[in-house]
């Protein structure tokens, strides 16, 4: 699931594969990309942010109150989602502290729908699916590509962050609906999401599933299997480990930073060109 390496060699808005842009779509892509390289990396640092999310979350929730720490949330995501928006390219720290901060909002809202709202978790988890198809169904209608490099103007940006948001909340719920509703418990659950996760690939490999389909099939689901690990150490129920949702979220956060401190060192997952995702024909082959 790496992504395409980056071809600095053709300017913003010349032709590829696709149909050559309109003079209007070619000035509106004056952005760079704002999403990093999809690397090994990648996909270890976003499973430990919805981890970290999910645990921090609780935390926060079970030692303050609910009402402070759910607009304190929104407070935080704001300010990240400002930065990133305003963000002239990629920058790794902007962007990881975006991803943060809708991994723990996310947890939080997701829970005011089941624990203050009083929906079960089957409701909520089928109708943030929905959501979820309906967004990209808008995304996909509108700028004709889902390929996550082609995030080049402002509202491929809001239609990438909409669904990210979707993602954490639908995550949340989902890992919630197998540990207890189906009662697969918390380590049960990290077996179905890791299974799950491993399918995108294999079919990506021996079945032909486009870059596409099989990135986004791979992201949704690194939601319910990083809640899911942080759940089993941290849960004080029957099948957690009881470690603390204080100190799990304490070494997710350090193993975070290391993580991302390795990434500006070696500078691997940078992506800043400016080209159109008509220059970026592998990942604009498929949709899901």
């Known amino acids: ?13 010349t032709s590829g594969l696709l149909d050559a842009p309109t ?48 607009g304190s949330g929104a407070i935080a995501l704001t300010v990240a989602l400002v930065a990133q928006f305003r963000s002239d390219r990629y920058r790794l720290w902007i962007y990881w502290s975006a991803v943060t901060m809708v991994a723990v909002f996310g947890t939080m809202l997701a829970d005011a729908l089941t624990f203050l709202v009083g929906l079960p978790y089957l409701v909520t988890t089928v109708g943030l699916s929905v959501v979820l198809a309906v967004i990209f169904a808008w995304w996909n209608a509108r700028e004709k590509t889902l390929a996550v490099h082609s995030i080049t103007t402002p509202r491929r940006e809001r239609f990438y962050w909409a669904m990210v948001m979707t993602t954490f909340a639908l995550g949340t719920e989902a890992g919630d609906l197998t540990a207890s509703l189906l009662h697969l418990g918390y380590l049960g659950s990290i077996v179905l999401f890791a299974v799950a996760i491993a399918v995108p690939a294999a ?18 689901i690194t939601r319910p299997l990083g809640a899911s690990i942080t759940d089993w150490l941290s849960s004080s129920r029957q099948d957690g480990l009881k470690l603390g949702t204080g100190w799990i979220s304490l070494v997710a956060t350090i193993a975070i930073v290391t993580l991302l401190g390795l990434l500006t060192v070696r500078g691997t997952d940078a992506t800043a060109d400016l080209r159109s995702d008509a220059d970026r024909p592998a990942e604009a082959e498929a949709t899901p």
């Open 1 to 13: 699931m790496r992504g395409v390496a980056a071809d600095h060699s053709r300017p913003a808005g």
């Open 23 to 70: 003079p209007a779509a070619a000035s509106a892509r004056r952005l760079a990309v704002k999403v990093p390289e999809i690397t090994a990396l990648f996909w270890i640092v976003k499973i430990l942010t919805t981890g970290m999310g999910e645990t921090f979350s609780d935390f926060l929730v079970s030692h303050t109150n609910p009402g402070i720490a759910l």
């Open 203 to 220: 079919a990506r490999r021996w079945a032909g599933l486009g870059a596409v389909a099989t990135f986004w099939s791979a992201y949704v």
